[in-house]
C-alpha cells in the first residue's frame, strides 16, 4: 500500500516562504503524475501544482511566479517552494500521487495527510 508522508508546513509572515516537501513509499512501479492540492474550510478545493514523471509542470493562476513545484523521482518525492507567500495562500495542502498499478491495470491517486499552512499578514 502506498504512503504519502507531507512534511514543511507552519506558520509564517506574509511575504515570507516555505518549502512542503511529500515523500511516497510502498509503489512497486515508477510513479506518474504528483502534485498538490489545497483546502480551505467551507471552499472548494483548488488544484495547485502538477508535475509530470518527466517533469512538465503546471500551476494554478494565481501562484504562478511565486510557488515552484519539482520532484526527485529516486527518491519518489515532490516538493512545493512557496515564495511570497499571502494570506489567501493560507489553507490545508495535500499532495497527491498517480500510481500505476501495473501493465494494462490503469493507475490510483494516492493522498497525503495535509499539512496547514498559515500565512498572517
Known amino acids: 500500500q502506498v504512503q504519502l508522508v507531507e512534511s514543511g508546513g507552519g506558520l509564517v509572515q506574509a511575504g515570507g516562504s516555505l518549502r512542503l516537501s511529500c515523500a511516497a513509499s510502498?509503489?512497486?512501479?515508477?510513479?506518474?503524475?504528483m502534485g498538490w492540492y489545497r483546502q480551505v474550510p467551507g471552499k472548494q478545493r483548488e488544484l495547485v501544482a502538477t508535475?509530470?514523471?518527466?517533469?512538465?509542470?503546471n500551476y494554478l493562476d494565481s501562484v504562478k511566479g511565486r510557488f515552484t513545484i519539482s520532484r526527485d523521482n529516486a527518491k519518489n518525492t515532490v516538493y512545493l517552494q512557496m515564495n511570497s507567500l499571502k494570506s489567501e495562500d493560507t489553507a490545508v495542502y495535500y499532495c497527491?500521487?498517480?500510481?500505476?498499478?501495473?501493465?494494462?491495470?490503469?493507475?490510483?491517486?494516492?493522498w497525503g495527510q495535509g499539512t496547514q499552512v498559515t500565512v498572517s499578514s
Open positions: 508535475i509530470s514523471s518527466s517533469g512538465s509542470t
Open positions: 510502498g509503489s512497486a512501479f515508477s510513479i506518474n503524475a
Open positions: 497527491f500521487a498517480n500510481i500505476p498499478l501495473g501493465f494494462l491495470r490503469g493507475a490510483v491517486d494516492s
